[in-house]
C-alpha cells in the first residue's frame, strides 16, 4: 500500500498556513506524508470586459505568472514545514480550475491519500457572511459531498497543541506583525 499521503489545501491565507500546520501534525502522528495543493483560477475574461479583449494569449501569461507565483508559495511553504516540523519535504501539487472539481482529480489520481485539510477561512471566504455554507468554510463544504476520505476544516484560532510547533511559532510572529 501507498504511504499516508495528508494534503493541505494552500490558498496562501494565514488560515491556509495554520491548516497546513495542523496537516502536518496529522502526518507526523501517522507517519505519513504531507502534501500541499493549490488550485489555480483564471477568468476566462476580466469582469468589464467582452472576450474578445481577453485574449488566449493573454490569458495564458496570467496563467503562467500565477503558476510560477503558487509554485514560488508552495516551495516557500513546504521549506517551512521541512524546517519547522521536522517532516520529510512535503510534495505539493498546482491544478488549474475550480478547487471543488481540481482536489477531488488529486485525491482520486493519488491512492495514498487519507485526508484532505483545509483552512475554514481562505481567501475565498474573507469577508463573507457566516452561516451556511459559510459555516464550514466554503470549500471545506464542497469538499466533504465529494470526497470518500474525511475533510478536516481548521479554524484560524485553531488549538497549540493541534498545530506542528514550528507552524504555530510563524503564526505567533505573524500575529506579532500584524499588531
Not at 14 to 26: H, T, Y
Not at 42 to 56: D, L, Q, Y
Not at 91 to 105: L, Q, T
Not at 126 to 155: C, D, I, Q, W
Request: proline share 6%.
Amino acid at each position: 500500500m501507498a504511504e499516508h499521503l495528508i494534503l493541505a489545501a494552500i490558498d496562501g491565507s494565514q488560515n491556509a498556513l495554520v491548516a497546513a500546520g495542523v496537516a502536518a501534525r496529522f502526518a507526523s502522528l501517522l507517519a505519513g506524508h504531507l502534501g500541499l495543493v493549490t488550485v489555480l483560477q483564471v477568468p476566462r475574461a476580466p469582469m468589464g470586459f467582452g472576450s474578445g479583449v481577453f485574449s488566449a494569449g493573454l490569458r495564458d501569461r496570467l496563467l503562467e505568472e500565477a503558476r510560477a507565483e503558487a509554485e514560488k508559495n508552495l516551495q516557500g511553504v513546504a521549506e517551512r514545514i521541512h524546517e519547522a516540523c521536522d517532516l520529510g519535504m512535503p510534495e505539493y501539487f498546482i491544478a488549474v480550475g475550480a478547487p471543488e472539481v481540481e482536489i477531488p482529480k488529486i485525491v482520486a489520481a493519488n491512492e495514498g491519500v487519507i485526508m484532505v485539510v483545509v483552512g475554514h477561512q481562505g481567501f475565498g471566504t474573507e469577508g463573507k457572511p457566516r452561516g451556511l455554507p459559510h459555516a464550514l468554510g466554503n470549500l471545506g463544504a464542497k469538499l466533504s459531498l465529494s470526497l470518500k476520505v474525511p475533510v478536516l476544516t481548521v479554524p484560524a484560532d485553531a488549538l497549540e497543541g493541534q498545530i506542528c510547533p514550528g507552524i504555530d511559532k510563524l503564526r505567533s510572529e505573524v500575529r506579532d506583525e500584524e499588531a
